[in-house]
């Protein structure tokens, strides 16, 4: 690993008018995160309403024969999911009986990281001492050694080889036809170990000029693959394989797709193995919880940020005394995070107030009645020590 380091000096003046493009920034958060986290309630009741009216009129059926009396309804099916054809990478000649064979590639390459250091003068002022290290290691994307702070001695040359998938366009639950736009739900990939077929496949396909090793199922292309240089490859491949599956979705003739709700959303799920409907149901659920607390909180921490941004120049104007601006910056954090929790949960329950009145109400009757309950117990124990 080498390095190179470059100091940068910065006014007060000039960070000033650097603050005020975070102060634009902090205003449209200011903006957005309120109508995020208020659009995230009814995205969340919906989507639950949705589930639960999905759950309700769901039919199980078998995956064959198709039955047209169950043309348009919600139905759940497990089986064994089947492909008609074999998916090859026609580069490698890798092959698989799949419904998704997906290459990985990577190269050895130079890699830029930095790291800085920053110091406040007294009048405002900052220098920043910035450290550009570089060290070669494997990347799945290529990185552009051109646009390095150091590019001389660190030459990454063009990335050939790519990450590529090969998708099945169709594929067989009994009777059923599955198209693409279902199967790209399946998440279930798993490593594709090389075969004496696929290595013999492999070498024959290949046609660089470069040696090739097999190693640990996966190809290298390069001198040595324990001692690689720049400028190598390695390739390995996933498959999403053919097996049991369970959906739940609307039967469209001898296809399925997806289900529109009366709630609101239009429901198509789809997982690996044999899974009961109410199984399917219940994790789309915790999903759809987990999805509304990561948008709640981040809306919440956001807000806080943006509010930071805006009171950012008032900071820079106290670090004229470094210690001083510390004390300020500290400050402005804890108003800004107090700020991010007040207003995110005044909005949440307004949107609760809105989208779902009566359990608002419920909860916030709940909430009075036990606040008031913890007073009067407050107020009858200090009686009982007067007395």
């Given at each position: 690993m080498d390095k190179v380091t470059e100091t940068t000096r910065v006014s007060l003046g000039g960070r000033l008018r650097e603050s005020l493009i975070g102060v634009l920034i902090g205003l449209f958060l200011l903006i957005a995160c309120p109508i995020l986290l208020f659009w995230n309630e009814g995205r969340a009741i919906t989507t639950a309403q949705s589930l639960e009216e999905g759950a309700a009129v769901t039919i199980p059926v078998a995956a064959d024969p198709v039955l047209p009396a169950n043309e348009g309804r919600l139905i759940h099916v497990s089986g064994q999911l089947r492909v008609d054809r074999n998916l090859t990478d026609r580069m490698f000649g890798v092959e698989a009986r799949a419904v998704r064979l997906a290459r990985q590639a990577e190269m050895f390459q130079w890699i830029e990281s930095k790291s800085s250091e920053t110091r406040t003068k007294i009048g405002g002022g900052q220098e920043t001492a910035t450290t550009y290290s570089y060290s070669r290691d494997w990347s799945s994307k290529p990185v552009d050694s051109s646009a390095f702070k150091e590019p001389a001695g660190h030459d990454n040359p063009p990335m050939a080889i790519r990450d590529r998938q090969i998708e099945t366009e169709q594929a067989r639950l009994g009777d059923f036809v599955l198209g693409t736009t279902l199967l790209r739900k399946l998440d279930n990939a798993r490593p594709l170990p090389l075969s004496k077929e696929q290595v013999n496949a492999i070498r024959a396909a290949y046609k660089g000029e470069r040696p090739l090793h097999l190693l640990d199922d996966r190809i290298f292309i390069g001198a040595d693959p324990l001692a690689p240089t720049v400028g190598d490859y390695r390739i390995s491949y996933e498959i999403v394989p053919e097996g049991p599956v369970s959906i739940v979705a609307r039967q469209n003739g001898r296809g399925l797709g997806e289900y529109q709700t009366v709630a609101g959303d239009a429901l198509l799920l789809v997982a690996a193995g044999e899974i009961p409907a109410s199984e399917m149901?219940?994790?789309?659920?915790?999903?759809?919880?987990?999805?509304?607390?990561?948008?709640?909180?981040?809306?919440?921490?956001?807000?806080?940020?943006?509010?930071?941004?805006?009171?950012?120049?008032?900071?820079?104007?106290?670090?004229?005394?470094?210690?001083?601006?510390?004390?300020?910056?500290?400050?402005?954090?804890?108003?800004?995070?107090?700020?991010?929790?007040?207003?995110?949960?005044?909005?949440?329950?307004?949107?609760?107030?809105?989208?779902?009145?009566?359990?608002?109400?419920?909860?916030?009757?709940?909430?009075?009645?036990?606040?008031?309950?913890?007073?009067?117990?407050?107020?009858?124990?200090?009686?009982?020590?007067?007395?």
């Amino acid at each position: 690993m080498d390095k190179v380091t470059e100091t940068t000096r910065v006014s007060l003046g000039g960070r000033l008018r650097e603050s005020l493009i975070g102060v634009l920034i902090g205003l449209f958060l200011l903006i957005a995160c309120p109508i995020l986290l208020f659009w995230n309630e009814g995205r969340a009741i919906t989507t639950a309403q949705s589930l639960e009216e999905g759950a309700a009129v769901t039919i199980p059926v078998a995956a064959d024969p198709v039955l047209p009396a169950n043309e348009g309804r919600l139905i759940h099916v497990s089986g064994q999911l089947r492909v008609d054809r074999n998916l090859t990478d026609r580069m490698f000649g890798v092959e698989a009986r799949a419904v998704r064979l997906a290459r990985q590639a990577e190269m050895f390459q130079w890699i830029e990281s930095k790291s800085s250091e920053t110091r406040t003068k007294i009048g405002g002022g900052q220098e920043t001492a910035t450290t550009y290290s570089y060290s070669r290691d494997w990347s799945s994307k290529p990185v552009d050694s051109s646009a390095f702070k150091e590019p001389a001695g660190h030459d990454n040359p063009p990335m050939a080889i790519r990450d590529r998938q090969i998708e099945t366009e169709q594929a067989r639950l009994g009777d059923f036809v599955l198209g693409t736009t279902l199967l790209r739900k399946l998440d279930n990939a798993r490593p594709l170990p090389l075969s004496k077929e696929q290595v013999n496949a492999i070498r024959a396909a290949y046609k660089g000029e470069r040696p090739l090793h097999l190693l640990d199922d996966r190809i290298f292309i390069g001198a040595d693959p324990l001692a690689p240089t720049v400028g190598d490859y390695r390739i390995s491949y996933e498959i999403v394989p053919e097996g049991p599956v369970s959906i739940v979705a609307r039967q469209n003739g001898r296809g399925l797709g997806e289900y529109q709700t009366v709630a609101g959303d239009a429901l198509l799920l789809v997982a690996a193995g044999e899974i009961p409907a109410s199984e399917m149901f219940a994790e789309a659920q915790a999903d759809n919880e987990l999805l509304s607390w990561i948008i709640r909180i981040g809306g919440i921490l956001f807000l806080g940020v943006g509010l930071m941004m805006v009171l950012r120049p008032f900071a820079i104007l106290a670090d004229i005394v470094p210690l001083f601006g510390s004390l300020v910056s500290f400050g402005q954090g804890v108003i800004a995070l107090c700020f991010g929790l007040l207003v995110g949960s005044t909005i949440i329950a307004v949107a609760w107030l809105y989208y779902r009145p009566l359990v608002a109400a419920l909860v916030l009757a709940f909430g009075l009645a036990t606040t008031a309950g913890i007073i009067w117990l407050a107020k009858r124990r200090k009686a009982a020590q007067m007395a």
